[in-house]
């Protein structure tokens, strides 16, 4: 099989998405499972994704190489996050599914439920490679014992730093979130950047990510938030917070601002995913800086962000869908594909896509992974809304850390059924 095609339009693909990024600031055919061949469909695989420019641009180059390399017409189209599922919906009531639907890891189940997405399970069976994979990110593709999604890619968060600012400001890169909170107040107090840390805290799921970080540290996760862990958690932000470590204006930040605010050196510390590496390069070619796993409390932990190649119910084209899903998550094809996407592996077998070593201390931290589970993931956007509500009412000074996570907990509870 020749990669050559490939690897010179994947590498034209990373230069250019990495400029654009700095502008913009985010088996063989016939292999599968299922019997190979094209089932009762027209022979081309459908392929619907949320991915804007510039993260649609390797995508629909690597789908492109499927092409040239098999012959196999593959029709990509690009839905808006926002109207991803309820496009998947109201396509399903109509009949017209697409062969291949890559979506959010976490809506696995809400989607396998609703039947939207197809059984794979024979797929997987014949394919055997599912023990690749590392276990968070294989399980959010399970419903029920049955394999309904493959993982296609990962991503976690870790902790970037800049180190000249920590140098100045005489500390070491924080192990524990008690040496956060006093590095990110003395990186302030001794005026060597604005705030010590950076992140987001944006209303809505996006901004929980920082406070469910420090709730998994401490042992607790999203599904029971109202304990000590997230009492923990959200004392822990307040601290930092009225410190001056961590600017109270991070409740209005996204992600992209908070690695604003690394990149101009406003902040000397950010939380954020292996996503951002090209934004930093791009914007601060001249930094220098680096990345740490995130501190540990009781434990050490970090968040899985992923995505599952899956297979719309009711395909006429299911056995050629799953020869393209088995052919995307080829190692030989992701060490050419995640670069470009500045993304990383789901599975365990690819290191040619984590040389760098900057992506590797993110790859490292996929054995430390959580996510949701069970109905929790279905409604883990929701959970992860009412997190950020706590945490705003507790920065606010509304609410106390306990009183704001008994509210969020029972909040939690409501949504997803408990």
């Known amino acids: 099989m020749n990669r050559a095609p490939r690897f010179r339009r994947l590498a034209a693909v990373a230069v250019a998405l990495s400029a654009t990024t700095a502008l913009a600031a985010c088996g063989s055919l016939g292999g599968g499972g299922g019997g190979g061949g094209v089932a009762e469909g027209d022979g081309v695989i459908t392929f619907w994704h949320y991915y804007g ?6 995508l629909e180059a690597v789908l492109a190489d499927y092409t040239e390399e098999t012959g196999v017409e593959v029709e990509a189209r ?10 998947l919906q109201q396509a399903a009531a109509a009949g017209e599914l697409p062969d291949v639907a890559l979506i959010n890891a976490f809506d696995t189940a809400q989607m396998a439920d609703a039947g939207i997405i197809e059984d794979l399970s024979a797929y997987v069976e014949g394919w055997g490679e599912q023990d690749a994979y590392y276990e968070t990110g294989w399980e959010s593709g399970q419903v029920d014992g049955a394999a309904f999604g493959i993982p296609h890619l990962a991503d976690v968060y870790a902790l970037y730093y800049n180190e000249a600012l920590l ?10 979130w008690d040496e956060m909170e006093m590095a990110a107040k003395t990186i302030t107090e001794s005026g060597t950047a604005s705030y010590g840390m950076a992140m987001s805290g944006i209303e809505g799921a996006e901004g929980a990510t920082g ?29 930092m917070t009225e410190s001056g470590g961590l600017s109270e204006g991070f409740l209005t930040w996204n992600e992209d601002d908070a690695m604003a605010a690394f990149t101009n050196g406003e902040a000397a510390m950010a939380i954020n995913s292996a996503s951002a590496i090209n934004v930093v390069r791009e914007s601060a070619p001249d930094m220098k800086w680096s990345v740490a796993p995130l501190p540990a409390d009781e434990t050490e932990a ?3 962000s992923a995505e599952n190649l899956t297979i719309g119910a009711g395909s006429g084209d299911a ?8 052919w995307m998550q080829q190692p030989s094809v992701l060490e050419e594909y995640l670069p470009a996407r500045n993304k990383l592996p789901a599975r365990d077998d690819v290191p040619g896509a984590v040389t760098d070593p900057v992506r590797a201390t993110f790859a490292d931290q ?53």
């Not at 690009?78 to 496009?87: A, E, G, K, L, V």
């Not at 469910?212 to 938030?225: E, Y």
């Not at 509500?389 to 969020?408: C, N």
């Open 366 to 418: 996929l054995v430390n992974a959580w996510a949701p589970t069970g109905d929790l993931a279905a409604r883990s956007n929701e959970a992860l809304t009412i997190v950020q509500q706590a945490l705003q009412a507790v920065i606010s000074g509304t609410a106390s850390p306990a009183d704001a996570a008994a509210t969020a907990q029972a909040a939690i509870d409501e949504a997803v059924g408990s």
């Open 78 to 87: 690009f839905i808006p996050y926002d109207d991803f599922n309820r496009t």
């Open 53 to 58: 420019d510039p993260h649609g641009v390797p």
């Open 167 to 176: 140098t100045e400001a005489g500390v070491a890169v924080p192990t524990t």
């Open 211 to 239: 406070i469910l970080l420090r709730t998994l540290a401490a042992g607790g996760d999203l599904a029971d938030f109202g304990g000590e862990a997230g009492v923990a958690a959200l004392e822990s932000i307040k601290r």
């Open 319 to 326: 056995d050629a869908a799953w020869e393209l899903i088995e």
């Open 302 to 304: 970090t968040y899985l």
